[in-house]
């Protein structure tokens, strides 16, 4: 069986639990922590979440991880088979991971864990999120989904880095960076009713109070 290793507030973690739950895949959540430790650099290199094990040993990365799903499991597909279009759904998710969720991610401990980040640092991730969502309103279709007509990889991303990312922009910077974007916005309202995203968010706002206080206890 798959074992999915991780925590449920780790968005990254979310991408491949969705992904295995729309292929309808069976798997096991093995409850797993970033870190440095021996054990957590046995089986993740980075000692990062998520990590898929599967028959042959472990799977790190998330695009690694959700391509090896494409490649060898049965289920509704992710990416398109054509190569260029597959192409387009793949650039789309790196797009999504460089130019909005890494510049995001340096304020998310202000933005969610009552830390401050150094204002230079802010304004370099505004600017940086600015032309990332410039970026995506460019190349995304929203027609309905990211690239297209059907759920993809470029979605996973889209939910669970871009949600975040705008948050960021909310309460530290008072901008909406899907203001421009009603096609987006719709999508993402779209994406968080479906039965396996409601899931995920119950069992992240379950996981929440027990990382929220490991996080406390760090400071």
Known sequence: ??????FCVSNYYNMVKLALLEKGLTFEEVAFYAGQAPEALAISPRGKVPVLQVAQG???ETSVILEYLEQTRSGPALL?????????VLALAREIELYIELPAR???????FGMTVPEA???????????GFSAL?????????VAGDSLTVADLYFLYSVSLAR?????????DFLAAMPEAKALLERLEQLPNVQRIAADREAA???FLAMVAARK
């Open 167 to 175: 948050t960021v922009g909310q309460k530290l910077f008072e901008v």
């Open 137 to 145: 309103a460019r190349h995304a279709r929203f027609s309905p989904y």
């Open 106 to 112: 340096t304020c998310y401990p202000e933005a969610f």
């Open 1 to 6: 069986m798959l074992k999915l290793y991780g």
């Open 121 to 131: 640092i802010k304004q370099k991730a505004k600017a940086d999120l600015q032309l």
């Open 58 to 60: 472990f799977i790190n």
């Open 208 to 210: 929440m109070p027990q």
């Open 80 to 88: 398109p088979g054509e190569p260029f279009q597959r192409a387009q």
